[in-house]
């Protein structure tokens, strides 16, 4: 095109203004086909979620660009890339990643009435900065074959010198514990929590690297009770109902179980914010939170149910996290954990 005008012999000052049109036309138009596609860095990819993705993409037209990672790896990188982050969104899992992300000044406040709508009160973001996508339990879990029902009632029971050598727990470097204690340290205190833990660790615990193995190990008989996530148990019940574990629901006649959150946030650094802001709404409509509990997680959303065996779960009495009080104390959670022995 340019060789073209060049050889018609027009006047330089013609010939500068046409490839500035030329050159600013093809920025618009590279611009344009960026405005509407969203990378989001997605801590939740291990949990299919893909589907709740490409039904935005498609009600919206806002293509989304997935990259995923565990949410503290997604943490880490956007601390490291600063505001040079392609990042628009952080979909990342429990509480721990969130205050982090929140507390790194890595996320910025974003509200509407349709996500004010579509999430309860109780287990928000007091600041705005994130917005929760799923309700997860920690709660102790039994052996069907080797312990009898109602042997386990509260945390303080894994702490039963009966127990010694027959309990298994996930390491001290899991999110999900680092926030379970954080949250007992906000709610029972330094003294209570640190005497609660350390009887846990007087029972000599196996320890695994994911609530999974910790599951497996109890089916072949390696130990009787254990500590996870709720859902991790619903998937394994839905696959084989004769899997020989059970819940084993803490504190029904006090505070509850405790209650962590999956959750996202859109990223300070972001310039489409608006756009963001239509992805969190959409993940915590009744159509998104459908597809999303399919996992064994429970939904935001009141107006949706639980999945096949967490439906059968969903009226437990829970404790919700302490999101202000709990998020500072993390440090100190994971400090008492170490001092401790819970490696």
């Not at 799923?134 to 029902?149: A, F, G």
């Not at 405790?258 to 608006?274: C, L, P």
């Not at 437990?316 to 709990?326: N, Y």
Request: one cysteine or more; glycine letters at 8%; hydrophobic letters at 40%.
């Amino acid at each position: 095109m340019l060789a073209g005008l060049i050889r018609r012999r027009w006047p330089l000052p013609v010939l500068a203004l046409l490839l500035v049109l030329v050159i600013a036309g093809v920025a618009v138009a590279m611009s344009s086909s960026d405005d509407d596609t969203l990378v989001v860095y997605n801590g939740r990819s291990h949990y299919g979620d893909e589907t709740v993705f490409e039904n935005f993409t498609e009600k919206t037209g806002i293509e989304l660009t997935l990259r995923g990672g565990t949410g503290p790896e997604l943490f880490e990188r956007l601390k490291r890339e600063g505001t040079d982050t392609p990042a628009d969104v952080l979909v990342t899992t429990d509480l721990a990643n969130l205050w982090r992300a929140e507390n790194a000044g890595l996320l910025t406040e974003t509200t509407s009435p349709k996500l004010e709508a579509n999430v309860p009160e109780a287990i928000r973001d007091p600041g705005s900065q994130w917005w929760p996508l799923t309700v997860r339990l920690r709660v102790p879990v039994v052996s069907t074959k080797r312990v009898p029902e109602g042997a386990i009632t509260g945390y303080e029971d894994l702490g039963d010198p009966k127990w010694k050598g027959r309990t298994c727990l996930r390491t001290s470097n899991s999110e999900y514990n680092q926030s379970l204690v954080a949250d007992f340290l906000a709610k029972r205190g330094p003294e209570e929590t640190e005497a609660l833990l350390q009887s846990w660790m007087d029972n000599d615990p196996k320890i695994f690297n994911s609530d999974g193995e910790l599951l497996g190990a109890m089916a072949e008989g390696d130990c009787d009770v254990g500590l996870i996530n709720h859902y991790y148990l619903a998937r394994a019940l839905d696959e084989d109902p004769d899997f020989p574990v059970a819940p084993a629901w803490p504190d029904q006649d006090g505070a509850g179980a405790h209650a962590n959150v999956s959750g996202a946030g859109v990223v300070s650094t972001s310039d489409k914010k608006a756009q963001a802001r239509k992805l969190l709404e959409y993940l915590t409509t009744r159509a998104a939170q459908v597809e999303i509990v399919k996992g064994g997680e429970f939904p935001v959303n009141e107006q949706v149910s639980a999945e096949d065996s967490a439906a059968l779960w969903q009226t437990v009495k829970i404790d919700p996290i302490a999101v202000e009080q709990a998020g500072p104390l993390i440090p100190d959670a994971i400090a008492l954990m170490l001092d401790l022995g819970w490696r």
